[in-house]
């Protein structure tokens, strides 16, 4: 069982950009797709990207497309979630997870990480 590790949450205003870490321990990372999700207050988790083992297969959910870019570096055990023009409609929750299959539905996931909080002031 792997075990998964947030960073780079925060508190930031609409327009700026943050970059999410998902740091993985105990697993075979580089075999690992890598899926982001998010949790809004009072709202059901989300899909927010996927990226294959390899990096060759990505999705995004529509609501992030073109703001965000998901990557990973497979010698370092970290996948990011580099966020760009957050909205208020951003705020969440952010969480990875990992999966032996690539696949955009959070049942498919295996282990979560705790998550992170992201905030968004207009």
């Known amino acids: 069982q792997a075990h998964l590790e947030e960073s780079g949450g925060g508190s930031v205003q609409a327009g700026d950009s943050l970059t999410l870490s998902c740091v993985v321990s105990g697993g075979m990372f580089s075999r690992y797709a890598m899926g982001w999700f998010r949790q809004a207050s009072g709202t059901e988790r989300e899909f927010v990207s996927t990226?294959?083992?390899?990096?060759?297969?990505?999705k995004y959910a529509d609501s992030v497309k073109g703001r965000f870019t998901t990557y990973r570096d497979n010698d370092k055990n970290t996948v990011y979630l580099q966020m760009n023009n957050l909205q208020p409609e951003d705020a969440a929750v952010y969480y990875c997870?990992?999966?032996?299959?690539?696949?955009?539905?959070?049942?498919?996931?295996?282990?979560w990480g705790q998550g992170t909080k992201v905030t968004v002031s207009s």
């Open positions: 997870a990992s999966n032996l299959h690539w696949s955009d539905s959070e049942e498919e996931y295996d282990d």
């Open positions: 990226i294959s083992w390899s990096s060759a297969s990505i």
